[in-house]
């Protein structure tokens, strides 16, 4: 078994730049047209949010609070947002969520329905009255 490395702060700020820098570029590659926005609590940045929106439909391509602001109502809030201004728009919501995401609860709660399972993944969809869901 191998060990474990201690790691200073500014190695750990380090490799999660790095590892934020990558997935901003996997997602500006994927999802060029999308929105990327900090989540803030006041002035606190607490979490970053990726949205596309097309003629057809919304989709969350990521939404992620930081732990320590978790289960205080942010996602819940962002998500009815979200819902809100699709239906609006006469478009439904769609986002893939790992199975094993403790989110995963708030989307069913929010009705959010499981339309594809990818594996490691469930592809799900909020639909509003009338909507006609298509895969992207």
Do not use: C
Request: aromatic content about 12%; hydrophobic content about 35%.
């Amino acid at each position: 078994m191998g060990m474990l490395v201690q790691w200073s702060e500014a190695e750990k700020e380090a490799f999660i730049d790095q590892q934020f820098g990558s997935q901003h570029s996997h997602y500006q590659t994927h999802f060029g047209d999308g929105n990327f926005d900090v989540i803030l609590q006041g002035e606190v940045k607490v979490g970053r949010l990726y949205l596309r929106e097309n003629e057809a439909e919304i989709l969350i391509i990521d939404i992620a609070i930081l732990s320590k602001y978790r289960r205080q109502g942010i996602g819940n809030f962002i998500l009815k947002n979200i819902i809100e201004e699709a239906f609006q728009k006469k478009k439904p919501v769609k986002i893939h969520v790992e199975k094993n995401n403790p989110a995963l609860s708030l989307y069913y709660r929010l009705g959010f329905k499981a339309i594809e399972d990818k594996g490691v993944y469930l592809y799900m969809e909020k639909s509003y009255e009338g909507s006609i869901s298509k895969k992207s």
